[in-house]
Nanobody, 118 residues
Protein backbone atom coordinates (compact mmCIF):
# COMPACT_ATOMS: atom_id res chain seq x y z
CA UNK A 1 0.00 0.00 0.00
CA UNK A 2 1.26 3.45 -0.95
CA UNK A 3 -0.18 6.73 0.24
CA UNK A 4 0.25 9.81 -1.93
CA UNK A 5 -0.76 13.23 -0.70
CA UNK A 6 -0.72 16.12 -3.16
CA UNK A 7 -0.68 19.79 -2.25
CA UNK A 8 0.09 23.16 -3.79
CA UNK A 9 -2.77 23.62 -6.20
CA UNK A 10 -4.72 26.83 -6.46
CA UNK A 11 -5.80 29.74 -8.62
CA UNK A 12 -3.19 31.68 -10.56
CA UNK A 13 -3.20 34.15 -13.43
CA UNK A 14 -1.83 33.22 -16.82
CA UNK A 15 1.94 33.57 -16.85
CA UNK A 16 2.18 32.77 -13.17
CA UNK A 17 3.76 29.86 -11.33
CA UNK A 18 2.77 27.14 -8.91
CA UNK A 19 4.64 24.29 -7.28
CA UNK A 20 2.87 21.04 -6.59
CA UNK A 21 4.10 18.57 -4.00
CA UNK A 22 3.40 14.87 -3.61
CA UNK A 23 4.41 13.28 -0.32
CA UNK A 24 4.73 9.51 -0.58
CA UNK A 25 4.70 6.87 2.12
CA UNK A 26 4.66 3.07 1.91
CA UNK A 27 5.20 -0.07 3.92
CA UNK A 28 6.46 -2.65 1.44
CA UNK A 29 6.11 -1.20 -2.08
CA UNK A 30 8.89 1.09 -3.21
CA UNK A 31 8.10 3.03 -6.39
CA UNK A 32 10.36 2.79 -9.40
CA UNK A 33 9.03 6.02 -10.81
CA UNK A 34 6.78 8.90 -9.86
CA UNK A 35 4.66 10.90 -12.23
CA UNK A 36 2.20 13.73 -12.59
CA UNK A 37 -0.94 13.44 -14.66
CA UNK A 38 -3.80 15.86 -15.16
CA UNK A 39 -7.44 15.73 -16.10
CA UNK A 40 -9.41 18.68 -17.40
CA UNK A 41 -13.23 18.72 -17.35
CA UNK A 42 -14.64 16.53 -20.10
CA UNK A 43 -11.23 15.19 -21.06
CA UNK A 44 -9.26 12.04 -20.36
CA UNK A 45 -6.45 11.97 -17.87
CA UNK A 46 -3.15 12.77 -19.58
CA UNK A 47 0.51 12.37 -18.78
CA UNK A 48 2.42 15.47 -17.70
CA UNK A 49 5.83 14.40 -16.39
CA UNK A 50 7.64 11.54 -14.71
CA UNK A 51 10.87 10.89 -12.86
CA UNK A 52 12.61 7.75 -11.69
CA UNK A 53 12.89 7.41 -7.94
CA UNK A 54 16.65 7.73 -8.28
CA UNK A 55 16.06 11.05 -10.02
CA UNK A 56 18.23 10.03 -12.92
CA UNK A 57 15.64 10.16 -15.66
CA UNK A 58 12.82 12.57 -16.42
CA UNK A 59 10.18 12.65 -19.14
CA UNK A 60 7.78 15.43 -20.12
CA UNK A 61 4.74 15.83 -22.28
CA UNK A 62 5.41 18.09 -25.25
CA UNK A 63 2.79 20.53 -24.02
CA UNK A 64 4.75 21.33 -20.84
CA UNK A 65 8.36 21.02 -21.97
CA UNK A 66 10.36 24.09 -21.08
CA UNK A 67 7.69 25.29 -18.63
CA UNK A 68 7.35 22.51 -16.05
CA UNK A 69 10.09 20.81 -14.05
CA UNK A 70 9.70 17.59 -12.08
CA UNK A 71 12.09 16.86 -9.23
CA UNK A 72 12.40 14.55 -6.26
CA UNK A 73 13.67 14.84 -2.71
CA UNK A 74 14.46 11.28 -1.68
CA UNK A 75 15.11 12.27 1.94
CA UNK A 76 11.56 13.60 2.21
CA UNK A 77 9.95 11.03 -0.11
CA UNK A 78 8.44 13.96 -1.95
CA UNK A 79 8.07 14.71 -5.64
CA UNK A 80 7.59 18.24 -6.92
CA UNK A 81 6.20 19.76 -10.09
CA UNK A 82 7.32 23.33 -10.65
CA UNK A 83 4.97 24.94 -13.14
CA UNK A 84 5.99 28.21 -14.76
CA UNK A 85 4.45 30.31 -17.51
CA UNK A 86 1.09 28.76 -16.80
CA UNK A 87 -1.62 28.92 -19.44
CA UNK A 88 -5.41 28.64 -19.13
CA UNK A 89 -5.17 25.27 -20.89
CA UNK A 90 -3.13 23.98 -17.95
CA UNK A 91 -6.29 24.15 -15.84
CA UNK A 92 -7.03 20.66 -14.54
CA UNK A 93 -6.96 18.38 -11.54
CA UNK A 94 -3.37 17.22 -11.14
CA UNK A 95 -2.72 13.71 -9.87
CA UNK A 96 0.43 12.16 -8.50
CA UNK A 97 1.17 8.55 -9.43
CA UNK A 98 3.62 5.98 -8.12
CA UNK A 99 4.48 3.07 -10.38
CA UNK A 100 6.46 -0.16 -10.35
CA UNK A 101 9.21 -0.74 -12.89
CA UNK A 102 6.93 -2.60 -15.28
CA UNK A 103 4.08 -0.15 -14.72
CA UNK A 104 1.71 -2.90 -13.67
CA UNK A 105 1.39 -1.72 -10.08
CA UNK A 106 0.33 1.90 -9.76
CA UNK A 107 -1.02 4.08 -6.99
CA UNK A 108 -2.76 7.44 -7.34
CA UNK A 109 -3.14 10.43 -5.11
CA UNK A 110 -6.43 12.20 -4.57
CA UNK A 111 -5.62 15.10 -6.90
CA UNK A 112 -5.19 18.83 -6.49
CA UNK A 113 -6.99 21.50 -8.52
CA UNK A 114 -5.00 23.96 -10.60
CA UNK A 115 -6.92 26.82 -12.18
CA UNK A 116 -5.25 29.31 -14.50
CA UNK A 117 -7.25 32.44 -15.29
CA UNK A 118 -6.75 34.42 -18.48
Amino acid sequence: QVQLVESGGGLVQAGGSLRLSCAASWRTFRPYSMGWFRQAPGKEREFVASITWSGGSTTYADSVKGRFTISIDNAKNTVYLQMNSLKPEDTAVYYCRAASMNGVVVYWGQGTQVTVSS
